[in-house]
Every structure is written in C-alpha cells, then in structure tokens.
C-alpha cells in the first residue's frame, strides 16, 4: 500500500514537472505593474466589435492616465469622466478556453466595458484594451508621456 502511494506521488511529481511553466510573450503583462504602463494614453482607436470600429481624430481629447499608486482617471476634453484604482492580473477566461489572461480591473469601470476584468495587451507605445469575447467592443491607446 505505502510502495502504491509513494509510486502514485512520485509520478504526480513527475508529470507537473513536465508542465511547462506559464510565460508570457513580451508583449503581455502579468500581475505586477509595468513601468510601461504607467502614463498618459490617448484613444486612437474603437472597435465595437460586429457594428465595427473607426478611428479617433488626431486632436483626441480622450486621455486614459495610469499612475503608480493604481490610481486611474480618464478625461475627455479636460474633464474627469471616470477614476478610480486598477490592479492587474492573470485571470482564466472561459471564453478564451480558459488559459489565464493579463487582464486589468478598474475599480468603478471603463467606459465601454464596465467594472469586470478588462483583458489588455501592452506593446510599445501602445495599450489595447478589450473583453474576452473574440468579436466584442476594444479599443486602442498610444502613450503620450
């Protein structure tokens, strides 16, 4: 009985050994904040999914601030529409099959997807945000500091 279990254990061991460990590409993020990220962003782009997307005139007042101290505020022509705190992180998705996602949680929401996880891609000098629904609403920011 104890050769069983110690058998049992040691290939248990042995197969979650072989797992490979979970890696983002460089373009992902993870739990931790970035210095990357932190900044002022300008929306450049909306997509809303299947009723499609357009871009956003080159004078955007729309401007998407990440800070530090996980504060967050977004203005459109110099007026706070929305703020609040975000944390990062890696969450499973069941839409994607659920393989863990970087996704970002803004406390009071971000217009247009609500207070839920907000899956995102950092890349560059760009930040998409977006839902875990392959053809749902995204959009596009380009750091401007």
Known sequence: MRATFVLAT????????????????EICC??????????????VYVDNGL??????????????TLTR???????DNMVVAESGTFHLADTPIATLANIPQPVIV?????TPF?????????????????????????TIYVKID
């Open 106 to 110: 803004f406390s009071a929401g971000l």
């Open 30 to 43: 993870g739990p931790a904040i970035q210095p990357g990220l932190i900044g002022n962003w300008s929306l």
């Open 51 to 64: 009723a499609g997307g357009y871009n956003v005139p080159a004078d955007s007042t729309v401007i998407l």
């Open 10 to 25: 040691s290939l248990l061991i042995s197969a979650l050994g072989a797992l490979p460990a979970c890696k983002h590409p």
């Open 114 to 138: 609500g207070n839920g996880p907000t899956v995102y891609a950092l890349s560059h000098d760009s930040l998409t945000l977006g839902t875990s629904v392959y053809d749902g609403p995204s």
């Open 69 to 75: 101290d996980s504060t967050y505020h977004l203005q």
